[in-house]
């Protein structure tokens, strides 16, 4: 059981949130081709290790913010806003 | 007292003997003592035989006096808390218990499927599989055996009824959690408790103390139980330690998350109202001390599950912590030293011990020294080979283990065994942390920390008492000093005699007794043997996960914890590899089996499912409606007059009164999102299709939005309240996924627009009125002008209703097709202003439609709903093409222009209806060409219906559907197929459009 460290709320556990995808995919531009779409929306990367991805904080602020997460270790590794920086996880309890 | 429980022995254990317990097994009526378990009461009173192995249906007895016991699984309690599968070995004994003994026809004794044994030689591992994928593979009879195998391979069976009891969920924190009450859990939880941090201790049984209550120590000037005893005492003393017996932690999670259940009820006689049956914790722990101590291995040779078969150290238990001598002469049979202390236990209890059979050639230790000195003849470099008796023991078969020399017969009613102490690396393991093979110990120990983190005294590999104090204590002060505790003063450690034993040596499975081949078995509960283990070698399930599953080795309610080590290590041997190089299956929670019930915790029925309910709930169910759920709501289905009138009826009732006359609906279920910010008709442009930049002030207008791959998402109208407000409605059922999308849009990907959303789905009653009389009724109500010319079509606007003290948004939008008004109110005056417009409707006969009716008015307009917004159908596919902006870029619109999504031979919106103007056209019905109505199936499907009504005015039944090529093929018959109900129908194509397809009674 992940915990993050809202950038509005604090440390929160994973039950307030809900998982929303890939933040490494960049959303194109609305008047973009065809084959940015298509990158867009169907082309993910699996990787094994660091992966950056969506949280909405839907049972707190309701703020969508990214983590960075180990996906061999679980290990959360920072956590930042939807835009703008993102921090290095101080390891509260039990990180 | 113990006159009637023979094993009993007088000054031995921690039970309350001024409190004995009446209980049954198999119907048979028992006595024992507060503070036994099942099992030790069993074993007092004489009962060795308490249940059927799973496949051979052997007898078996009581194997062990803890959680890792393989045989002595029983049903206990009756009717809905009858709970099966339950060890007898750790179900604490009450006053009236009711226990029965599981996988046996008729009873115990005479088990019509221990016959089995006799064919035992054809059944081994995999014989079910091969079988039945083999020769008889798709003959149909595995479905003919299924039954009669499911029942006599068996496990208990369950009550079949609700489960009565509640369960609770619990939260703690804390700096230093200790998983297990034994020496070292106690040892360390005082040095961190001292130390200031705070501390909460969990243990799996009623007492804490671990083995100190089940072996014979000092500590200090203290016996072993006394010490426990003055811990506990200094424990409850600190104000920052809390202790949870009965409380197992079964997993750790991510996180340092540690789930953890306490059985709080289950030990009483009746669940006590006030308290639930279990609790599910979950702590949140900085730093974790895994104290969970050792299981004993037993060892492997000739018929090795005979009742009065038990671990050693199982057998101390039973004389030292429950006052029970499970029989009166003993036979040992060890590889290591910690067996010779039950010879001497034994004979301190009053009985006999026969001899101690080490298999080890040459051991020397002041314990053996002690041993042999009370008398006991110790045969080293022997091992037991065979063992004699049906229902109890009898005798056993010794014979040197080199195996030249003849065997001898020991008579004995008891056999204590141990193949060594196996570290409970449970836990550890469930982090990622690989157990690491310890050559000189025989065991496994934790691997490195990968969490915070630390394993203590005999989890640790650590045997000796002296060894397992200073490591509890030292564990315990590291993890309060990581979380910033530590203690100013020296803590001096109570002085325990060293004990220096001689190294175990391995011994995996005994030599054959010189003629036979009886079965050794490994895997006690499945019935898994040294042979089934060689069998699975030769047929190539070398690797330990295949080993597992080809023979079912480990995977019972005790998952191995006294079988998977012989398993594997005779699998290495067999591989000619060390044991580290096969390696360990993977350990996952739970450690031991968990009820259902307490995962679920209060998340029960409507717990599980909170509904929501509209402000004019009450009103409705007051009108006697039938419900029915939309997503977490209920809504009204129909209103029947009489309780004879039908769901076809009352709706077609409710649609022909709208449409004449005038009709009421709750439509607060729709999503609604207040939109706000100078850049909100920018956002809106971009979130739907069809543009919004123009939308006037006072004005609504229908939108349509599209996911970003180009389907069809939702539908609903926005309406512009002000020059910078917008309110958006969406469907019920994608309302909170939609606000969701919205939020993620601005936060996300358009950071820059300035605009706050939020949801007032629960602020606003919401209440659509419709029907030519529909304008007449609501004049009566609100404060502005409704003539066509103030409020034409599509107007909204601010209002009063029934009174200046009620601010309303009025919108002239209908869903129907009539003439028609929604009105939001704040919540709390919904009920007042749907009676005040009941009243003002009553002159017009004003007839409240459900959720049917609103479908069946919708499909006779053919507007699309969620049956046709399915995630597969673009705009184009369901009429809305023109809906689709070139003016602007909107979400959905490059990838909308795919070729798949604009073939002209995708399916699209028809109407239908039956040729017979009768026959309803079922949902989900296939759409087939006529022609195709007799040839060999499969045929073609060209199409489906999406959703069926009834229209009054052209009486007829009527449906919306997704056809291929659409409406060029209005006016042809096509066949309406439901294979499953062997109806096929002819229906004709037609305008979805049904009813009224100019438009005029909008405009009433």
């Known amino acids: 059981m992940f915990r993050f460290t809202c950038p509005h709320c604090g440390e929160r556990d994973v039950v307030e949130f809900s998982y929303g995808g890939d933040a490494s995919v960049v959303v194109p531009d609305l008047a973009a081709g065809e084959e940015a779409w298509f990158d867009a929306v169907y082309q993910r990367d699996n990787p094994r290790g660091p992966h950056v991805e969506y949280w909405h904080h839907v049972a707190g602020c309701r703020q969508w913010i990214r983590v960075e997460r180990d996906t061999l270790t679980h290990e959360i590794l920072a956590c930042g806003p939807a835009t703008g920086r993102m921090r290095p996880e101080t390891g509260g309890e039990g990180a | ?1004």
């Open chain 2, 1 to 1004: 007292m113990s006159g009637n429980q023979p094993n009993r022995i007088p000054d031995f254990g921690r039970i309350g003997r001024d409190e004995p317990l009446r209980f049954t097994f198999d119907g048979k009526a028992y006595t024992g003592y507060k503070g036994d378990t099942l099992a030790s009461a069993l074993l007092a009173n004489g009962v060795k035989l308490v249940g059927r192995s799973f496949k051979y249906h052997r007898p078996r007895g009581v194997f062990s006096a803890g959680v890792e016991e393989p045989n002595a699984l029983v049903a206990l309690r009756e009717g809905a808390r009858r709970e099966p599968n339950t060890r007898a070995t750790v179900a604490e004994l009450f006053d009236g218990l009711v226990a029965e003994s599981q996988n046996r026809s008729p009873n115990l004794k005479y088990d019509i499927q221990s016959l089995n044994q006799a064919i035992a030689r054809f059944i081994p591992a995999g014989f079910y599989y091969k079988t039945f994928m083999g020769p008889f593979a798709n003959t149909r009879l595995w479905m003919f055996f299924e039954k009669i195998i499911r029942k006599s391979a068996g496990m208990g069976t369950a009550s079949g009824e609700a489960d009565p009891d509640r369960y609770d969920r619990m939260h703690a924190h804390c700096d230093v959690l200790v998983i297990g009450g034994g020496a070292a859990g106690l040892s360390a939880a005082l040095a961190a408790g001292e130390a200031g941090a705070r501390v909460i201790l969990v243990d799996e049984t009623p007492r804490l103390g671990g083995r100190l209550n089940q072996d014979v120590y000092k500590i200090g000037d203290l016996s072993g139980g006394e010490w426990v005893e003055q811990t506990i005492a200094k424990l409850t003393a600190l104000p920052t330690v809390k202790l949870l017996t009965r409380t197992t932690a079964f997993g750790y999670y991510d996180g340092n998350l540690i789930g953890a259940v306490e059985r709080v009820s289950d030990h009483l006689p009746e669940m006590p109202v006030h308290l639930p049956r279990q609790r599910w914790w979950r702590f949140r722990a900085k730093q974790v001390i895994l104290a969970t101590g050792a299981t004993e291995q037993p060892l492997v040779f000739g018929n090795n599950d005979r009742p009065g078969i038990m671990l050693a150290g199982a057998v101390r238990a039973y004389i030292n912590e429950y006052g029970v001598l499970p029989g009166r002469r003993a036979v040992i049979f060890t590889n290591n030293d910690d067996a010779y202390r039950t010879a001497l236990d034994v004979m301190n209890a009053g009985g006999a011990a026969v001899a101690v059979v080490d298999a080890r050639k040459n051991p020397r230790s002041t314990l053996i020294d002690h041993t042999r000195g009370k008398g006991v003849t110790v045969l080293t470099g022997h091992a037991v080979v065979n063992t004699h008796g049906h229902f109890e023991l009898q005798a056993v078969d010794v014979a040197p283990i080199d195996g030249d020399g003849a065997a001898r017969r020991l008579d004995c009613d008891l056999l204590a065994i141990s193949g060594g102490w196996q570290p409970n690396v449970h836990l550890s393991s469930q982090t990622g942390a690989k157990p690491v093979w310890n050559d000189k110990m025989n065991c496994f120990l934790p691997g490195t920390p990968k969490r915070p983190e630390a394993s203590a005294g005999a989890a640790a590999g650590r045997f000796t008492l002296a060894a397992v104090l200073s490591d509890g204590h030292a564990r315990g002060t590291q993890a309060a000093a990581l979380t910033g505790h530590s203690l100013d003063r020296e803590v001096k450690l109570p002085r325990v005699d060293a004990e220096t034993p001689a190294p175990s040596e391995a011994l995996w499975e005994a030599p054959d007794p010189a003629t036979g081949h009886p079965k050794k078995f490994v895997d006690h509960q499945d019935d898994v043997s040294a042979d089934d283990v060689r069998l699975a070698h030769r047929e190539g399930y070398v690797s330990v996960e295949h080993l597992k599953r080809y023979t079912t080795l480990g995977m019972g309610t005790d998952q191995g914890k006294t079988s998977n080590i012989t398993g594997l290590a005779i699998m290495a041997k067999l591989r000619g590899q060390p044991i580290p190089a096969v390696g360990t299956t993977t350990f996952r929670p739970p450690y031991t089996p968990i009820a259902i019930g307490a995962m679920g915790g209060t998340e029960r029925g409507q717990h599980y499912k909170p509904r929501r309910r509209s402000p004019m709930h009450d009103w409705h169910q007051e009108r006697g409606c039938e419900w029915i759920p939309a997503g977490l709501w209920d809504r009204p289905r129909h209103y029947p007059l009489t309780p004879n009138e039908t769901l076809r009826q009352a709706y077609v009732r409710e649609t022909k009164q709208t449409r004449q006359s005038v009709g009421i609906c709750d439509v607060t279920t729709l999503g609604k999102i207040d939109i706000q910010g100078p850049d909100a008709a920018e956002f809106l442009n971009r979130v739907y299709t069809n543009g919004f930049a123009k939308l006037p002030v006072g004005k609504a207008r229908y939108g349509l939005m599209l996911r970003e791959d180009g389907q069809v998402y939702d539908d609903g109208t926005t309406s512009r309240l002000g020059e910078n407000h917008y309110v958006m409605t969406t469907t019920t059922a994608n309302a909170v996924a939609v606000m969701a999308k919205l939020e993620f849009y601005l936060q996300a990907v358009w950071p820059d627009l300035r605009v706050k959303v939020v949801s007032v789905t629960e602020q606003y009653a919401a209440i659509a009125l419709a029907g030519p009389n529909s304008r007449k009724v609501m004049q009566k109500i609100v404060d502005i002008d409704l003539s066509d010319d103030a409020f034409p079509f599509m107007a909204c606007g601010p209002c009063h209703a029934v009174t200046d003290a009620i601010r309303a948004r009025l919108f002239r939008i209908s869903f129907s097709g009539e003439l028609a008004y929604e009105i939001n109110v704040p919540s709390d005056y919904g009920r007042f202003v749907w009676d005040a417009l009941m009243d003002a409707g009553a002159e017009f006969g004003i007839v409240p439609y459900g959720l049917e009716a609103l479908g069946n008015m919708r499909i006779e307009k053919g507007h699309v709903a969620g049956a046709e917004l399915d995630g597969r159908t673009t705009a184009d596919d369901l009429g809305l093409g023109k809906m689709l902006s070139a003016q602007k870029p909107f979400v959905g619109k490059t990838l909308a222009q795919r070729p798949g999504l604009t073939a002209p031979t995708r399916k699209k919106l028809v109407g239908l209806v039956p040729v017979d103007g009768k026959t309803a056209l079922p949902n989900g019905s296939q759409i087939i060409e006529l022609a195709d109505r007799d040839k060999p199936r499969p045929v073609k499907m060209i199409g489906n219906v999406s959703s069926n009504g009834f229209s009054p005015e052209l009486n007829t039944p009527i449906a919306l559907g997704l056809l291929e090529g659409g409406l060029a093929r209005e006016g042809d018959t096509v066949l309406v197929a439901y294979p499953l109900k062997n109806l096929y129908i002819p229906a004709t194509v037609r305008n979805p459009h049904f009813v009224d397809p100019e438009g005029k009674r909008l405009h009433g």
